[in-house]
């Protein structure tokens, strides 16, 4: 089944509102069943040529890291 989408402009500032920090929790959010219809539950495929970057863009954060350990030389 074809269905339509809203813009990737659209999908991505909703995504945003979640404040959603990685794939996997945009993962358990899709399975809730409250994403809306019209945004892909596979974005990274979906809007593919159409303004898609990346999970971090398109979630909206920037991944910190953390230090555990001694770094290497």
Do not use: M
């Amino acid at each position: 089944k074809l269905r339509n989408y809203c813009s990737f402009a659209k999908a991505k500032a909703y995504v945003h509102r979640l404040k959603l920090k990685s794939r996997r929790e945009f993962n358990e959010y899709k399975k809730t069943g409250k994403l809306p219809k019209d945004i892909a539950t596979s974005p990274s495929g979906t809007y593919k040529n159409k303004g898609w970057k990346g999970w971090k863009d398109f979630l909206g954060y920037k991944k910190q890291y953390k230090h555990t350990g001694p770094r290497k030389p």
